[in-house]
């Protein structure tokens, strides 16, 4: 079985903070790996994506890639109200068809003002 | 960017009707469209993947004469429940191959059978 594990939180931040977001996979030969952002009653959005090992920043997001321990974080500074909301993870396992992405549960952040 | 709509956004329907949600691609083309299920503080569950011209692909414990999956164009792919029931309310969500960064999601439909 091909897992995506996130901490279902919820992550409780202060507004300004970094807010730290991590997920774990099992297939070690996973190629792409993606960050979702869902506000409750809404379909997700992606926020990052990420395919090389080390970190990738856009904006106040920056994902980072272990492959070697497989894990993909997301860190999110200068944390809003706003950015309340479920982080998915997905990852693209190896051999699969494309763009059939394994996500993770979910990890509730609460930024507090 | 990569856009699908998705339709309707919500439905009610009687017990044992059929409903239909439809999934469009407004600016390119999807080979590939994917079916989830969402229940209420749970992850999405993909249900099936649509490929144009061909049969769906049913993840297992997914019934597939319950759920009827279309996808005859390259920008359209239809989700059909069949004979709905309570247990059938959920918010379905369709998303879209985009062709290289991940799938760009429809905005889903909440179905409530009452």
């Known amino acids: 079985q091909k897992e995506v594990e996130q901490n279902s939180g919820p992550l409780s931040v202060p507004e300004g903070a970094i807010a730290s977001l991590n997920c774990t996979y099992s297939?070690?030969?996973?190629?792409?790996f993606f960050w979702y952002r869902q506000y409750s009653g809404k379909s997700p959005e992606l926020i990052m994506f990420?395919?090389?090992?080390g970190d990738k920043e856009d904006g106040r997001f920056t994902a980072q890639l272990n492959k070697a321990s497989q894990y993909v974080s997301l860190l999110i500074r200068d944390s809003q109200p706003s950015d309340s909301a479920t982080y998915l993870c997905a990852v693209e396992p190896y051999g699969g068809a494309t763009n059939k992405l394994i996500f993770g549960t979910g990890t509730l952040l609460a930024v507090q003002p | 960017g990569a856009v699908v709509s998705q339709h309707p956004s919500r439905v009610i329907c009687k017990s044992g009707t059929s409903v239909k949600i439809e999934c469009r691609s407004l600016d390119f083309q999807a080979t590939t469209m994917f079916w989830y299920r969402q229940f209420p503080k749970q992850s999405l569950m993909l249900m099936a993947t649509s490929n144009e011209g061909s049969k769906a692909t049913y993840e297992q414990g997914v019934e597939k004469d319950k759920f009827l999956i279309n996808h005859a164009s390259l920008t359209l792919s239809t989700l059909t429940v069949t004979s709905a029931h309570p247990e059938d309310s959920s918010f379905y969500i369709c998303s879209a191959n985009t062709g290289g960064y991940g799938c760009t999601f429809g905005s889903g439909t909440r179905l409530t059978v009452v």
């Open positions: 990420i395919y090389s090992n």
């Open positions: 297939d070690r030969g996973s190629q792409s």
